[in-house]
């Protein structure tokens, strides 16, 4: 069973930084592209980052490159995703999610293809 949780959110003031965390279990890390997504009240669900576990090529929404920063440890099947210099449109729920690497790079940012998902960290940035 494909398990995924994230850890990490917390209250920043915009400019700040934050690490989020996710921790995998039940598939083969390099089997599968590692997402992070984000989803603020009333709006649907982002991408914000990828790293493809079988090369360790990474992905970013142009909202976040320069500022965000996704790795991982394939020996912790972990992701994690560095957050710097926030501002208040980074608020919202942060997922990771899992898919197949095989579905190709030009969907890894879309929300819809993963079908596994972490319980979300809430991560605030106050004005």
């Known amino acids: 069973e494909v398990q995924l949780v994230e850890s990490g959110g917390g209250l920043v003031q915009t400019g700040g930084s934050l690490r989020l965390s996710c921790a995998a279990s039940?598939?083969?890390?390099?089997?599968?592209?590692i997402g992070w997504f984000r989803q603020a009240p009333g709006k649907e669900r982002e991408g914000v980052a990828v790293?493809?576990?079988?090369?360790?090529?990474?992905y970013y929404a142009t909202s976040v490159e320069g500022r965000f920063t996704i790795s991982s440890d394939n020996a912790k099947n972990t992701v994690y995703l560095q957050m710097n210099s926030l501002k208040p449109e980074d608020t919202g729920v942060h997922l990771c999610?899992?898919?197949?690497?095989?579905?190709?790079?030009?969907?890894?940012?879309?929300?819809?293809?993963?079908?596994?998902w972490g319980q979300g960290a809430q991560v605030t940035v106050s004005s």
């Open positions: 039940g598939f083969r890390f390099v089997d599968y592209a």
């Open positions: 999610g899992a898919i197949p690497q095989y579905y190709g790079d030009t969907v890894f940012l879309l929300p819809y293809p993963y079908h596994a």
């Open positions: 790293v493809n576990g079988r090369d360790g090529n990474t």
